[in-house]
């Protein structure tokens, strides 16, 4: 009788044994599995459309930046380029954001002007052979209405402090002094492209002077400049992204988060950005404007 008790006494002790340590160890493999969910993410941002503000993408950069669970960022560009100064910004905190973690551009069907100043802020620029990208300068567009007027027998007048205060004004043409000002601060500002290129992708300034004259290229022709790293589509930036983090298997995407009230804020101020560029307040941009249907028929895959 004491054997057999002592026998069931032992057996009752190795199942409670084998119980806990099989509950501590799904436990610490749940927890593991937990960890690598939390931890294998890549954070992606969008930038679509002309750029006329960088307040909602400049914070997400920010947030991304500062949350340790998305180990590298992926700037998804489709956009011809838009004012300097919000293009400007988005590139700085980019560079800011290199020095902790990864960052990859990843340009869809247009990433030109001041989207090609953005990416190369980043890392890594992954791009389509076909994509349309560099048109590395800068544009300021005037309307003049000044025939239309004297035909309709409207004359506007202006009082001014200043003799270049109305300068631009859409019922007068410019003087060549007035023009000379404008050029000046167009080729600053081109330099200023240029430099932020040169910086950024790690190529002379003289070679970016070389093609910093506007001309649009392919994303085949931009790899050979030098001006992209990688043909790819995004997938392909992903995995990059995965390699330059050292992530090893399946990763979470983490988009911002919608926001229906900053989305609609971002419609109507480029609906605005659009409406200024044909009054008398003139808009200076890092902007690549697209040729007309016709035009561009011929290099479409239809």
Do not use: C, W
């Amino acid at each position: 009788m004491p054997s057999r008790r002592s026998f069931f006494h032992t057996f009752i002790l190795l199942l409670i044994l084998a119980f806990f340590f099989t509950t501590v160890s799904l436990l610490i493999l749940k927890k593991r599995s937990l960890s690598l969910s939390i931890s294998n993410k890549i954070g992606v941002i969008p930038i679509e459309g002309v750029i006329s503000d960088a307040m909602t993408i400049t914070k997400y950069i920010e947030k991304f930046r500062k949350d340790d669970s998305i180990k590298a960022i992926i700037i998804r560009i489709n956009s011809p380029g838009g004012s300097v100064a919000p293009t400007q910004e988005i590139y700085r905190e980019i560079r800011k954001t290199i020095k902790k973690k990864k960052v990859i551009a990843s340009i869809g069907g247009v990433g030109a002007s001041g989207a090609y100043y953005i990416a190369s802020a980043a890392n890594k620029i992954v791009a389509n052979p076909g994509t349309i990208t560099g048109s590395i300068g800068v544009i300021m567009d005037f309307i003049q209405i000044r025939e239309l007027l004297n035909k309709l027998g409207i004359k506007l007048s202006a009082l001014k402090s200043g003799k270049f205060k109305d300068i631009g004004a859409p019922y007068r043409e410019m003087t060549e002094e007035e023009k000379k000002l404008i050029m000046d601060m167009l080729m600053e500002v081109k330099e200023q492209f240029v430099q932020a290129v040169a910086r950024g992708r790690h190529i002379p300034v003289e070679k970016v002077e070389k093609i910093a004259d506007g001309r649009i290229l392919l994303g085949s022709q931009a790899k050979r400049l030098g001006l992209v790293d990688q043909l790819g589509n995004f997938q392909d930036a992903v995995e990059l992204a995965k390699k330059m983090a050292h992530i090893k298997g399946s990763v979470k995407l983490v988009y911002p988060r919608a926001d229906g009230i900053s989305f609609l804020n971002r419609l109507i101020d480029g609906a605005v950005h659009r409406l200024l560029l044909y009054t008398s307040f003139p808009i200076l941009e890092y902007n690549f404007s697209f040729p007309t249907q016709n035009r561009l028929r011929t290099i479409m895959l239809d």
